[in-house]
């Protein structure tokens, strides 16, 4: 992939939800919502602070994440379907 977010931008690809609830009903896609849960394929180089400091993201590659519902941007990179987002969009990190 020749793709490299600028700054505190992450690149994601969702991931899926399950096809069934819990009680086994199989949901159409067209009930389906969009996923707010993905895993980070590329992160940038960190925010750049008022004094210039550069200050690392707190995620790095393969974090699995939940953001926020309407954040991001949707890419299409080498045929596949890609979000890139700021950090601040991020709610936070699944623990592995």
């Known amino acids: ?13 969702r991931i899926e ?12 896609d067209s009930a389906k919502e969009k996923p707010i849960k993905g895993e980070i394929v590329a ?20 974090d699995v994440v939940i953001f926020s519902k309407w954040a991001g941007t949707e890419v299409t990179i080498d045929g596949e379907e ?3 987002m700021n950090e601040s969009d991020l709610i936070g990190v699944i623990a592995a």
């Open 82 to 84: 890609l979000m890139v």
């Open 43 to 62: 992160v940038g180089t960190g925010h750049v602070n008022d004094n210039g400091d550069v200050r690392a993201l707190a995620v790095k590659e393969g």
């Open 1 to 13: 992939m020749k793709f490299r977010p600028l700054h505190d931008r992450v690149l994601l690809r």
């Open 17 to 28: 939800q399950e096809e069934k609830t819990a009680g086994g009903i199989i949901i159409p």
